[in-house]
């Protein structure tokens, strides 16, 4: 170590050139990590924040649209109900909805029809008040919008009321939209558009998304089978991810800039240790012709990119950090989670050492010979 | 024993026609405390000399001895660890690291690995007339003053053999006499075998002995080339 630091303090606008680089492109990384956090939560949050181990939908629906297009029934929600290892099966009904509150706030909402005192009522799984028939609980982000406990929210086209009963602690969206809570009655005659005074089919009632699916701990239920015998295709919370709109194309798309930035950092890392290297060559053929080793050498230029990473990405990650604090308390969808900026941040660590490592192998090619003036 | 000995080393670069002779059938022995210069032409083998018995380059036949330990039949790590522990460079501008003040120049050599009893770093600085400019680097050093940082980063481990590689090239008059004085006292007071490749005739007074190459083939030099010369009354004894 005792040459790495001596050089790094000697060049240090050289190096603190290349540091200003991983700082940028960490940074880059913390907001992009704050963004996908940010968009997952605006996708997700309200099914991450269900008690539910696998949904049901109806049999052979398509993936990507599963919550708007699946309809299931009775029957399938007694068969899961009834399996081993299922600790508890209850309906669940989402649907998209356009409205407007009495105080002319408009809001579209993704309405989470519940069965009372099922382990989906808000009033079971977060201590909201209780939803009887016309009364919803709203996401706390509904309530930044201006909705306020006691507002009418008044459903489009079809002018039916919901009054707003509580509003949830935390983040409750689904597809980029506010999530309320509702008693399944009220969730179906919403879906179905019924209006005051309509007659209402039985069957509406009969109707609903999904079965809700809790299972005991450590059960390893066959879903396979038990598909076959309720007539449903069933997805784990986390596939039903891919079935709100937009989300799998988002983090995608996301994940995809992160990984070039990873690759990017590790070649700029690269790039910039061959040259060096390559500019050290007289120096390290000195070295070897005094009697350093191949391990000395190379040691102490991993020494030194490992330092100048961790500096520069401790910077970037820093600034990052701020910046991404003043962009969160904005309404853009930005959150940072210790989690994703932690892994982000080791692995763009880890690829740049790679990346100076793969350049300072080139120390083991020198040959000292060359320390011995020009000719030999 | 001999500090250094070379028993008819050849050494050929290239192959098929293109083979060239860069050292042929050489014998040398040189005693501790002993200076010895080696002069000849451009090409005509003198760095391939020192490359050899600086264990840098093995030789096509022939063996090198350093002290006890045959150099052409060891392993390249543990060429390492001779080159570390027993050999010291001078080269021929110096080679200074650009990012070490003088005094890391010479603590430099201590850090590859452990050393029963070097020589102390300061002492050494103020030995070679360097103390005053302890913290400069290599490009505040005038051509001389880098190759006096160069002698006592190659001294500081107590090497038994000294390679030097025309430490002249670069220097005026003066000063070319004044760093092969250093060699030479070095060489003498702490036992020091030393090889000098050089070019400059007028620096051969100071050595114990002289040897001309030529295509390869080292004999005794001449003496009517240069009148400077004197012949020492032996090794390890002060000039006259």
């Not at chain 2, 330990?69 to 001078?90: A, H, K, N, Q, Y």
């Amino acid at each position: 170590m005792f040459l790495a630091i001596r050089e790094l303090r000697f060049a240090r606008g050289r190096f603190a050139l290349m540091g200003a680089v991983v700082a940028l492109i960490a940074i880059l990384v913390v907001l992009l990590s704050g963004l996908s956090v940010g968009l997952a939560n605006d996708g997700v949050s309200g099914l991450q924040r269900l008690k539910v181990s696998s949904f049901a939908f109806q049999e052979n629906v398509s993936k990507d649209s599963a919550f708007s297009r699946s309809v299931v029934g009775q029957d399938a929600l007694d068969t899961w109900a009834d399996q081993e290892g299922v600790a508890a099966a209850a309906p669940f009904g989402n649907t998209l909805v356009n409205a407007r509150t009495d105080r002319g706030v408009e809001i579209d909402l993704a309405l989470f029809g519940v069965e009372n005192d099922s382990f989906l009522d808000p009033a079971v799984a977060f201590g909201s008040p209780e939803v009887a028939e016309g009364q919803v609980v709203i996401s706390s982000t509904a309530a930044e919008e201006g909705i306020e406990t006691g507002d009418t929210i008044v459903l489009e086209p079809s002018g039916a009321e919901l009054e707003v009963v509580g509003v949830l602690e935390d983040q409750h969206t689904f597809g980029h939209v506010d999530v309320g809570y509702l008693p399944l009655r009220s969730w179906q005659e919403a879906r179905a558009g019924v209006r005051e005074g309509d007659v209402v089919p039985d069957r509406v009632y009969e109707e609903f998304t999904a079965v809700g699916i809790q299972l005991e701990d450590g059960a390893d239920v066959d879903h396979a089978a038990v598909d076959e015998a309720a007539g449903t295709t069933s997805l784990t919370l986390e596939e039903s991810f891919g079935a709100s709109p937009g989300y799998t194309a988002e983090t995608s798309t996301l994940q995809l800039i992160q990984w070039f930035l990873y690759a990017i950092s590790a070649l700029v890392v690269g790039a910039f240790f061959t040259v060096l290297t390559i500019q050290r060559r007289q120096e390290i053929a000195v070295l070897r012709a005094l009697g350093a080793s191949t391990r000395y050498l190379l040691r102490d230029s991993l020494f030194q990119s490992i330092i100048l990473l961790v500096i520069s990405a401790a910077i970037g990650i820093g600034i990052g950090l701020t910046a991404g604090a003043a962009i969160a308390s904005t309404p853009m969808p930005f959150a940072l989670e210790a989690g994703p900026i932690i892994g982000a941040t080791v692995l763009l660590l880890v690829l740049g050492l790679v990346g100076a490592a793969i350049a300072v192998v080139r120390i083991t090619r020198v040959d000292p010979l060359t320390a011995l003036g020009g000719s030999r | 024993m001999s500090a250094l000995s070379l028993t008819d080393v050849t050494l050929l670069h290239g192959d098929g026609d293109d083979t060239v002779v860069a050292l042929d059938q050489i014998s040398l022995e040189v005693e501790p405390g002993e200076i010895v210069a080696v002069v000849g032409p451009s090409g005509s083998g003198k760095s391939s000399l020192l490359a050899v018995a600086g264990a840098l380059t093995a030789p096509t036949s022939g063996s090198v001895r350093l002290g006890d330990v045959d150099l052409t039949r060891t392993s390249p790590r543990e060429l390492t660890r001779i080159r570390r522990e027993r050999i010291g460079f001078v080269f021929q501008s110096g080679n200074l690291i650009p990012a070490l003040t003088s005094s890391d120049q010479i603590k430099l050599p201590l850090t590859f690995g452990r050393f029963k009893n070097p020589r102390d770093p300061q002492r050494l600085l103020a030995e070679v007339g360097m103390e005053h400019k302890a913290n400069r680097r290599p490009h505040q050093l005038s051509g001389g003053e880098r190759q006096r940082v160069g002698i006592a980063r190659a001294l500081v481990t107590r090497p038994q053999l000294l390679l030097v590689d025309e430490p002249t090239a670069a220097l005026d008059r003066q000063r070319s006499q004044d760093v092969v004085a250093l060699l030479a006292r070095e060489a003498h007071e702490h036992g020091v075998a030393t090889v000098m490749v050089t070019h400059d005739h007028e620096v051969l007074h100071h050595c114990d002995r002289v040897l001309e190459m030529i295509d390869g083939q080292l004999n005794p030099l001449d003496g009517e080339h240069d009148q400077g010369w004197v012949r020492a009354a032996g090794p390890g004894q002060p000039l006259a």
